[in-house]
Nanobody
Framework: QVQLAESGGGLVQAGGSLRLSCAAS????????MGWFRQAPGKEREFVGG????????RYADFVKGRFTISRDNAKSTVYLQMNSLKPEDTAVYYC????????????WGQGTQVTVSS
């Protein structure tokens, strides 16, 4: 069982930056991988990027490469999504999720945090 709580969303102008945080609690976080997803109004939820708790390896969706960076702080059990050069089309509710390594699904989700980018 994993509990997740996002924070850090808000309103920012295009070109600006935000850092989202996802505090996680679980018995063995190293068994999990973390993902960031987003859902814009009227659109399906999409994968933004992910990170392995144990190795720190990351992967990103093509539309955020070079702008977004995912990192983790093992001591704080927190994963971060640093978002730079934000665009209005990045406006969405952002969610963090956790899934067991080597399994494709993400069973555990946070409540989401709103990111709004104004033009």
């Amino acid at each position: 069982q994993v509990q997740l709580a996002e924070s850090g969303g808000g309103l920012v102008q295009a070109g600006g930056s935000l850092r989202l945080s996802c505090a996680a609690s679980a018995r063995t976080l190293s068994a999990y991988r973390m993902g960031w997803f987003r859902q814009a109004p009227g659109k399906e939820r999409e994968f933004v990027g992910g990170i392995s708790w144990s190795s720190g390896s990351t992967r990103y969706a093509d539309f955020v490469k070079g702008r977004f960076t995912i990192s983790r702080d093992n001591a704080k059990s927190t994963v971060y999504l640093q978002m730079n050069s934000l665009k209005p089309e990045d406006t969405a509710v952002y969610y963090c999720a956790a899934g067991i390594i080597m399994r494709p699904e993400y069973p555990y989700w946070g409540q989401g945090t709103q990111v709004t980018v104004s033009s």
